[in-house]
């Protein structure tokens, strides 16, 4: 082979190589077939992730029902100390009258 051609070879081939690269690409499917194994584990995890957001769902619901009771309890607790002073009034001036 005369030394002028090999110098070309590899330039030639180094050249041709992202084009062969290209078509190679081009021929494998894009979604690749899965395994079942891999297709059930793929189920497996969205189910989970679906429980898991209805179970986040309901522990809001819970945490709005106990946000709603916890408001309650100091509106009670309020209007049982309002009670309360309301009676100490009621006392005092019998307790007031009775020293006399």
Do not use: G
């Amino acid at each position: 082979m005369p030394p002028e051609a090999e110098s070309t070879m590899p330039a030639a081939a180094e050249s041709s190589q992202p084009a062969i690269e290209a078509a190679e690409q081009r021929q494998q499917p894009e979604t690749p077939h899965r395994p079942p194994a891999i297709s059930d584990a793929i189920e497996q995890v969205n189910r989970i992730i679906e429980e898991l957001k209805h179970s986040l769902d309901e522990m809001e619901e819970v945490l709005e029902t106990l946000e709603l009771a916890e408001r309650q309890k100091i509106d009670d607790e309020r209007e049982i100390q309002s009670l309360q002073r309301a009676l100490r009034q009621l006392h005092r001036p019998r307790d007031h009258e009775q020293r006399h």
